[in-house]
């Protein structure tokens, strides 16, 4: 197991940590929270990332309120291993009640992500691609994301519309509903679910020629729920 990594993660955290905290004396690390992290990377050697802060203030404070805020990333396999740590004050969140300190964890793909990004970027176009390629259509133009197939339909994003593929065609999906899928995880919108709103009762999840004919009319007429295009 890669122990010197670890060990070296753990030795610029506290760096990291006590450069940022010199002069501060609220919302701070506190050293059962920084052990607590510590102890967090030392059971997952290979990779993890993990975000703290020293605490939130109550919506009420009316004062200019600092946190320490903690950032941790690492990767390790026997080909690469990679590292980024950073610890800063800032404006400290304001929640309802106030809060203390504390941290989430994110496994070692996340961590992947985010140190190698570019590589990870690479990646997911070319899967896009290859969604695109699966359901027999042609690519988009500024194509940024892909949706899984799912009964032979998928949703996929540019910068600014939402576009419904099927066996078919592309379809440009209304502003109402594009909307509601574009600033979210295009992996997590069922195509099918989005044919609901559109007004396609479909139980069966499936893409048939009647619902092409259907589907079609309505971008054109709009007659299931008066949209226009």
Known sequence: MPQKFVEKIIEKLREAVSEAEKRAYARTISAELLNEIIETIKKHPAGGMIEADGGAVAKRYSYRAETTYVFAAWYWSPLRWKYKISADRRQAEEVRYGRGGGFYYKGRREAWKVLFEERYELLKKKLYKRRVKKA???????????????????????????????????????????EAVLFRDIEKVNPWTVLWQLGFRKRKREWTPKLAKELTVFFVTGELTGWKL
């Open 136 to 178: 027999g259509l042609p690519m988009l133009d500024g194509l940024v994301e892909a949706g899984k197939v799912c009964g032979g339909i998928l949703l996929a994003k540019t910068n600014r519309n939402v576009f419904l593929g099927t066996p078919d065609r592309w379809y440009r999906l209304p502003d109402t509903v594009s």
